[in-house]
């Protein structure tokens, strides 16, 4: 391991997987990976094992992981980005003690728009069972108790509280937010900035186009009926 990313989803963390790797830092484990990779029931087994309630967050977890746990996952990886290792900013931490740290972040009210067209929308609609739906459940249960809309903002803040204490003791530890290019990163990495565009990923890009189209629609019927 050589990096850890341990923003929250939708702050860049595809965008800044995709550059460690044109930077040479490969393979990164990023949600697309947990599919092809048959995780899911690793994941879940992490999440039962290291994670409270979401309610009782000072709850101890019932069998913690050191390097050894993470390793079964984690041991062919260079780096992580995203959830569901982004789940665990301490535990990772400890388990990689050096490993620089990457905290990609933006504003709790972009995030949260950027999160409702997204990963909010698409489990609220989901159908059908599958090992990737019960994850996705488990990590929805977890991190906002299954309500975004009410718990959401205290789910950004302790993960900003909780990633933003591990800036201590000499950790290398870098604030990344979308737009900042390669300048930082390479400068924090001690490497040179390639001769190629910032990448700029993101695989929702068209499933947000429908949930705006979507709400539009709604919007538009609501005037209609409004005038009628």
């Not at 997987?17 to 990779?37: E, F, N």
């Not at 991190?143 to 975004?148: A, G, I, T």
């Amino acid at each position: 391991m050589k990096v850890l990313i341990l923003g929250l989803p939708r702050t860049g963390t595809q965008s800044l997987a995709d550059a460690l790797t044109q930077l040479g830092i490969s393979p990164v484990y990023h949600m697309r990976h947990v599919a092809s990779s048959s995780h899911q029931a690793l994941w879940l087994s992490a999440i039962s094992s290291n994670l409270p309630p979401f309610a009782s967050p000072t709850q101890p977890p019932s069998n913690p992981y050191t390097l050894s746990g993470w390793e079964k996952i984690l041991s062919e990886y260079e780096a992580v980005s995203d959830y569901p290792a982004a789940l665990f900013p301490q535990s990772l931490a400890a388990a990689y003690p050096d490993c620089p740290i990457i905290y990609s972040t933006r504003s709790s009210e972009s995030w949260a728009a950027s999160m409702r067209d997204t990963l909010i929308h698409a489990h609220k609609n989901r159908t059908g069972a599958s090992p990737m739906a019960e994850l996705a459940s488990a990590y929805h249960s977890a991190s906002w108790d299954n309500d975004f809309e009410k718990n959401g903002r205290e789910c950004f803040e302790r993960h900003d509280a909780a990633v933003r204490a591990l800036a201590k003791d000499g950790r290398k530890f870098l604030e990344f937010r979308p737009g900042d290019g390669w300048g930082p990163l390479c400068e924090f990495l001690g490497v040179d900035v390639p001769d190629v565009p910032f990448p700029r990923s993101d695989d929702w890009v068209e499933y947000k186009k429908h949930v705006q189209r979507e709400r539009a629609e709604r919007e538009k019927d609501g005037e209609v009926a409004a005038a009628n």
